[in-house]
């Protein structure tokens, strides 16, 4: 969604900024800007990409402070006018604002009444012009008096053409990062816009301001009272970043071919062999208070509330605790009853989702323990957790979620056995669950070698308008996965539904020219899986099933997509690929965008 950058320094602020903004295209947006303290500010903006932005840019836009945005629409269509920054009457402040104001609507109408000439529909504009209206003497305070008239969430930045040499920025409920350089500094919200710069960072905390000047940065209070939030040295690879701005192929491909490495770079140094167990120091709890644990709940958006239903399945059958998944945007807004025994599982790529972010700020203040699968760092979801298990996915930039999908499972299956071993999980089992684990990255690889007969099969599936995608306990959360991403970026119906639920009325839909992807694994469950799928053949419905070799479809005629024999509570894993693969080829096909499918963001800062 939206992104934020700023830059204060020795050198031309415009580039360093839209350098900084072309790094967070894979956020989603729809229009771009920036503003720059020159001999006075100056502001460029536009609906569209960076590029049309760097299009509108004047030769010559010189200073070296500014701020600049990426904006996806909330308040008012994407338009050359509601792009950030924004700017109050004197046309001297400059604000970017990622979140929502809840009162804005209140602000403008007292603004209104005051003789103030609003000319966006966005809520940022206010901003802009509370902080020219204040009477205090530095930006800081103008910006304290500002926040003391603005509810809601936000992440900002705002500078002052009378005060050249700093940005102040703000931070509640959306991230906000400073990057320290050499005389020179950083602001972004994202890691991604300031790896190529420095990886020495300060998270901002909610509640928090900062003064950043070229020589450093302070922090402070909304009674300006000063913090001593520090900066350190963020554990990434700078270069895990560059592919992300340059590469030709879309992110979504070079992610999904990186899932062999990044489910080993989950594993790596948590299994114990000796013991058939993981260790997950990061959870921070001992094996009593593992074995206090009476019921397991995980909250997540998206593809993360689908890994979270194969966790809870692999929690339920390996540690035998009552596990379930539930979507963090319908938890927050139910009063959920939270139980001190509960151990509460935030899911999240980002670790920015705001209904994730939410349900867990509820959890905590109602007393309960919440513990984060998160892949970034530092990130808010994982800052707000008690512990956690870090995904270390890489970074992940496509909308369209995948490598992070599969190292969640991969965390939900360590979290499952260490779990399950302070129970009653035997160690040969636990030691043939870590062979399991082991075999993955191999045999993901095989069947993303299966990438050309996949093609061909997403090829067919792609010409029809809608299509079922279902599963059975295991398969369910894979059936449900493999439709997202399908809908996604393909813009095609895909509707996920339990097997067994299709003769109580979705089978009255199947026809010739509705498809159904079945997933039928070989377990407990295949022979009612295959009967389900005669029905389905009985009444005409194209069928492709990804299944195992060996499994007996009788005499059905259906498109067979074999994936390699792992463990069988391991299955969901290996089902799950070929229909990232069967998405983006379909979408490939049909001639999309694939990063930037539309309407979609990457990180869903807002509730
Ligand atoms: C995945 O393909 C989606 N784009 C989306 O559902 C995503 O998984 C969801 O928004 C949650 O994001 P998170 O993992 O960053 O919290």
């Not at 919440?370 to 970034?376: H, K, P």
């Not at 299955?571 to 379909?586: E, F, G, N, W």
Request: hydrophobic content about 40%; some cysteine.
């Amino acid at each position: 969604m939206c992104g934020i950058v700023g830059y204060v320094g020795g050198q031309q602020a415009a580039p360093m900024l839209t350098e900084g903004l072309a790094r967070l295209e894979h956020r989603g947006y729809d229009s771009a800007g920036i503003a720059v303290i020159g001999s006075g500010l100056r502001v460029v903006k536009r609906a569209g990409r960076v590029k049309d932005l760097l299009e509108a840019m004047p030769k010559r836009i010189s200073g070296r402070t500014g701020i600049g945005h990426t904006r996806w629409a909330t308040h008012g269509p994407a338009s050359d006018v509601n792009a950030h920054p924004h700017t109050d009457a004197s046309g001297k402040v400059a604000v970017v604002h990622n979140g929502i104001l809840d009162n804005a609507a209140t602000l403008r109408r007292r603004l209104e009444d005051a003789g103030v000439e609003l000319v966006s529909d966005t809520d940022t504009e206010v901003i802009a012009h509370l902080v020219g209206r204040s009477g205090a003497e530095t930006l800081e305070g103008k910006v304290v008096d500002m926040l003391a008239a603005v509810e809601g969430t936000y992440g900002l930045a705002v500078v002052h053409a009378d005060f050249p040499d700093r940005i102040v920025v703000a931070r509640n409920g959306s991230p906000l990062l400073i990057g320290v350089g050499e005389k020179e500094m950083f602001v972004a919200s994202d890691l991604a816009a300031l790896v190529r710069h420095t990886t020495t960072v300060a998270h901002l905390d909610d509640g928090e301001l900062a003064t950043i000047t070229a020589s450093g940065f302070t922090t402070f209070r909304g009674d300006l009272s000063r913090t001593e939030t520090a900066a350190h040295l963020v554990d990434v690879d700078p270069s895990a970043y560059e592919y992300g701005a340059t590469g030709a192929e879309p992110r979504m491909y070079t992610e999904m071919l990186e899932q062999p490495a990044s489910v080993e770079r989950t594993l790596r140094g948590r299994l114990d062999e000796r013991f058939g167990t993981a260790h997950l120091g990061g959870l921070r709890m001992d094996a009593r208070e593992l074995r206090a644990v009476q019921r397991v709940k995980i909250l997540g958006c998206g593809s993360a509330y689908y890994a979270g239903q194969m966790g809870a399945q692999l929690i339920e059958e390996l540690a035998r605790v009552p596990a379930d998944a539930e979507a963090a945007s319908e938890f927050r807004y139910r009063d959920a009853v939270i139980d001190p025994d509960t151990l509460y599982v935030a899911v999240s790529q980002s670790g920015e989702t705001a209904d994730t972010l939410l349900a867990v700020e509820e959890i905590r203040r109602k007393g309960g323990r919440a513990v984060g699968l998160v892949n970034v760092v530092g990130s808010a979801i994982a800052r707000a957790c008690d512990g956690g298990i870090y995904l270390h996915a890489g970074p992940e930039t496509a909308v369209a979620s995948t490598k992070a999908v599969t190292t969640m499972f991969v965390g939900f299956a360590l979290l499952a056995l260490q779990l399950g071993r302070v129970r009653d999980l035997s160690v040969a089992d636990g030691k043939r669950l870590v062979a399991g684990l082991q075999q993955l990255p191999g045999q993901i690889e095989k069947v993303l070698a299966d990438e050309d007969r996949l093609a061909r099969v997403a090829a067919t599936l792609s010409q029809a308008q809608s299509m079922f995608f279902v599963g059975r306990v295991r398969g369910y959360p894979v059936a449900r996965e493999g439709a997202q991403k399908l809908k996604e970026i393909s813009y095609r119906h895909a509707e996920a539904y339990q097997m067994s639920e299709l003769k109580h009325g979705p089978l009255a839909l199947i026809s010739p020219e509705v498809p159904t992807v079945a997933i039928v694994p070989d377990d407990e469950l295949t022979d009612r899986n295959v009967a389900a799928l005669h029905e389905i053949a009985a009444r005409g419905g194209p069928l492709v099933v990804v299944t195992h070799e060996d499994v007996d479809l009788g005499e059905l005629s259906a498109e067979r997509i074999d994936v390699p024999r792992n463990e069988k509570e391991l299955d969901p894993l290996l089902l799950t690929i070929p229909l990232q693969l069967v998405a983006y080829h379909a979408a490939m096909n049909l001639g999309h965008d694939i990063d930037r499918p539309r309407n979609l963001a990457k990180s869903v800062t807002v509730e």
